[in-house]
């Protein structure tokens, strides 16, 4: 067992398989107390075919010399979401960390996708995420200290992933819930974090667990509302959304009109432009 942390505990969403299973045993290597989550406990065909589930990922920890307990809860759902914090503090005492990692993704694209696939991915995050959010921070705010990191992916640009919008759209909120929550909460000693994963870490998950690790312990105190992406040995931060160009007309000379737009746009904000749709510039 590591020693980056000491007697901490964290709650893992979607660890029963994939990126979230590997996080939670990462952490448990630390010595990190651990919750696993998923969302129900499958029938051993189902399990098959799922790669895993809570109780197993617990088990793979407590195998190895760590503390671990499962707990099946759909973060979607409100009291889910409670229960599964609540479980957390009422096992180990308290609640440090929280890595959001479930997601559910069905691939569609706009003129194809379903008001219920939609909803499947975006009631798993941003709001499953926020649900989880938010029962944990009065515990974190309590003792002044709280680690939270939320999956992401390079989708939230809306440049990746393009013919999958609700993928697209449930990343970006994520991104737009890190932030929020970073501001909102830097005051209690708690950071907020997004990390996105690239393709490669579906596969092998544990080439991006050390920096989750990281951003999980006592030396992350001063990164917090901040997006990352993970490849391999590369790890990028995300630049901050910023405005890049900015045209004005004197108020005393009225309203911009769509003519006097038209006239000076391709000078002066659309300067340098092209559309991600394309990579196009301006007609």
Same mark, same amino acid.
């Given at each position: 067992?590591?020693?980056?942390?000491?007697?901490?505990?964290?709650?893992? *969403?979607?660890?029963?398989?994939?990126?979230?299973?590997?996080?939670a045993?990462?952490?448990?290597?630390? &010595?990190?107390?651990?919750?696993?989550?998923?969302?129900?406990?499958?029938? =051993?065909?189902?399990?098959?075919?799922?790669? &895993?589930? +809570?109780?197993?990922?617990?088990?793979?920890?407590?195998?190895?010399?760590?503390?671990?307990?499962?707990?099946y809860?759909?973060?979607?759902?409100?009291?889910?979401?409670?229960?599964? !914090?609540?479980?957390? !503090?009422?096992?180990?005492?308290?609640?440090?960390?929280?890595v959001?990692?479930?997601?559910?993704?069905?691939?569609?694209?706009?003129?194809?996708?379903?008001?219920?696939?939609?909803d499947?991915?975006?009631?798993?995050? =941003?709001?499953?995420?926020?649900?989880?959010?938010?029962?944990?921070?009065?515990?974190?705010?309590?003792?002044?200290?709280?680690?939270? +990191?939320?999956?992401?992916?390079?989708?939230?640009?809306?440049?990746?992933?393009?013919?999958? =919008?609700?993928?697209?759209?449930?990343? +970006?909120?994520v991104?737009?819930?890190?932030?929020?929550?970073?501001?909102?909460?830097?005051?209690? &000693?708690? *950071?907020?974090? +997004?990390?996105? =994963?690239?393709?490669?870490?579906?596969?092998?998950?544990?080439?991006?667990?050390?920096?989750?690790?990281?951003?999980?312990?006592?030396?992350?105190?001063?990164?917090?509302?901040t997006?990352?992406?993970?490849?391999?040995?590369?790890?990028?931060?995300?630049?901050?959304?910023?405005?890049?160009? *900015?045209?004005?007309?004197?108020?005393?000379?009225?309203?911009?009109? !769509?003519?006097?737009?038209?006239? !000076?746009?391709?000078?002066?904000?659309?300067?340098?432009?092209?559309?991600?749709?394309?990579?196009?510039?301006?007609?």
């Amino acid at each position: 067992m590591g020693e980056l942390f000491k007697d901490h505990i964290a709650l893992v *969403t979607g660890s029963g398989h994939g990126i979230g299973r590997a996080i939670a045993i990462a952490l448990a290597s630390q &010595g990190v107390k651990v919750v696993t989550n998923s969302r129900k406990q499958q029938k =051993p065909a189902e399990v098959i075919n799922y790669y &895993g589930n +809570a109780e197993m990922t617990a088990q793979a920890i407590n195998d190895i010399g760590g503390q671990a307990v499962p707990c099946y809860a759909d973060i979607s759902n409100f009291e889910d979401a409670k229960r599964l !914090v609540e479980t957390t !503090v009422s096992v180990f005492g308290r609640i440090d960390i929280v890595v959001n990692a479930a997601e559910s993704v069905a691939e569609s694209s706009a003129g194809k996708l379903s008001d219920e696939e939609w909803d499947l991915s975006l009631d798993t995050k =941003p709001k499953g995420y926020f649900n989880v959010i938010h029962f944990a921070v009065p515990y974190m705010a309590k003792r002044g200290y709280g680690r939270i +990191a939320n999956r992401s992916s390079a989708a939230f640009t809306g440049d990746s992933y393009y013919d999958n =919008p609700h993928y697209c759209a449930s990343d +970006a909120g994520v991104v737009g819930l890190t932030r929020a929550v970073a501001v909102e909460l830097s005051s209690h &000693g708690i *950071t907020c974090n +997004a990390f996105c =994963p690239l393709l490669s870490a579906e596969t092998d998950p544990l080439t991006l667990t050390p920096f989750i690790v990281f951003l999980c312990s006592e030396q992350s105190a001063n990164v917090s509302g901040t997006v990352f992406s993970i490849e391999k040995n590369t790890i990028a931060r995300r630049r901050e959304p910023i405005v890049c160009r *900015t045209m004005v007309k004197p108020m005393e000379n009225g309203i911009w009109t !769509v003519e006097e737009i038209d006239s !000076v746009v391709d000078d002066n904000l659309l300067s340098g432009y092209y559309s991600i749709a394309g990579k196009k510039k301006r007609l």
